[in-house]
């Protein structure tokens, strides 16, 4: 029997502290992981560490904007919460 469950990929998740994280700051850590890798002197291992870097705070990017998203209710004129469009 095989003693390796089955766990989520964290490799691809965003971790905690990108979830509190304003949606501002994630754009400049993610504008600061694109800089890193336009650098010609960047070594092959450091852009790739910079590389899944800026991808997982591009999905914590997504994933509050997917958040923001839903939250975006008003209130018509009977009272009930619709949908922003």
């Known amino acids: ?10 490799e691809n ?3 905690l502290l990108e979830q509190g994280m304003p ?3 994630l754009f400049v850590q993610v ?3 694109i800089a890193q890798l336009e650098n010609p002197q960047i070594s092959l291992e450091d852009a790739f560490r910079h ?5 997982k705070k591009l999905r914590a990017c997504n994933e509050k904007v ?3 998203e ?3 209710m008003f209130v018509n004129s009977q009272g009930e919460l619709e ?3």
Do not use: N, R, T, V
């Open 1 to 10: 029997m095989d003693s390796k469950k089955a766990q989520p990929d964290l």
């Open 13 to 15: 998740q965003p971790d």
């Open 23 to 25: 949606l501002e700051e």
């Open 31 to 33: 504008e600061q992981c």
């Open 51 to 55: 590389y899944e870097e800026g991808i």
């Open 66 to 68: 997917d958040q923001i």
């Open 70 to 72: 839903k939250k975006m």
């Open 83 to 85: 949908d922003f469009d």
